[in-house]
Nanobody, 131 residues
Framework: QVQLEQSGGGLAQDGGSLRLSCAASGGTVSSYAMGWFRQAPGKEREFVAA????????YYVDSVKGRFTISKDNAENTVYLRMNDLKPEDTAVYYC????????????????????????WGQGTQVTVSS
């Protein structure tokens, strides 16, 4: 089964940028729809972004649209989350996740935003944005 190893994250200033990486082993990212979620202290885990198995479609929560970009590199077997114009409210532990999906499937709120639909998770990485 696929295992996900996260890297990146850390501390950024308000308006700064960070990139998160999620490297897969035991499976290929081209076989899965991939998602990023985050959990702030005292809050439930929240969907952030998803990318389809083919990489052709992406979907974002409204609060990060235009600032975050999810991408996948099949050659590197890695999924990325590029975060620009970071805000203090983006502070959270970020998790990548994978779920099997049909090769031509797309991602949307109804198909990709529920954490329970993902079967594989990374270990989480802290992102802290200071004001």
């Amino acid at each position: 089964q696929v295992q996900l190893e996260q890297s990146g994250g850390g501390l950024a200033q308000d308006g700064g940028s960070l990139r998160l990486s999620c490297a897969a082993s035991g499976g290929t990212v081209s076989s899965y729809a991939m998602g990023w979620f985050r959990q702030a202290p005292g809050k439930e885990r929240e969907f952030v972004a998803a990318i389809s198995r083919s990489g052709a479609t992406t979907y974002y929560v409204d609060s990060v649209k235009g600032r975050f970009t999810i991408s996948k590199d099949n050659a590197e077997n890695t999924v990325y989350l590029r975060m620009n114009d970071l805000k203090p409210e983006d502070t959270a532990v970020y998790y990548c996740a994978a779920k099997w999906a049909p090769i031509y499937s797309t991602v949307s709120a109804s198909t990709s935003s529920a954490s329970a639909s993902y079967g594989y998770w990374g270990q989480g990485t802290q992102v802290t944005v200071s004001s």
